[in-house]
């Protein structure tokens, strides 16, 4: 599979795993801009791995309103880390035998861990 086809794949089995219908993906005006984005493969999105571009469309409503904007890209950035899982960072692209429910369920942890720094309630 070709880079331009890569980040794609793995933008629509993430936001799937995580309960996106198609519509909503089709609908979606960022990601339709990543979608054309990544149609050129010398684009600068190539300078990040996928999750880079989508991982804060994952963050639950609750939490997004909640945390400081300060504390935003760290919030991201912990969540890239919790879905990618141990091992090289690039494992999700490479093996088509990644656990994504694995990578939601350690995301939803991460979630449970910041309403708790932040008091926010279930």
Known sequence: MEWVEVYPAVW????????????????DEGLARFREYAKDENDLIYHELPL???????????????????????????????????????NYVNDPNFDWNAAKSRAEALFVTWRERYGILP
């Open 12 to 27: 629509d089995k993430v936001l799937a795993t995580f309960g996106w219908s198609r519509e909503r993906m089709r609908s």
């Open 52 to 90: 880079h571009w989508i991982v804060n469309r994952l963050i639950p409503p609750d939490i997004e309103g909640a945390v400081p904007q300060a504390d935003h890209h760290r919030l991201e950035r912990e969540l890239e880390r919790a879905l990618e899982g141990p091992g090289r960072p690039a």
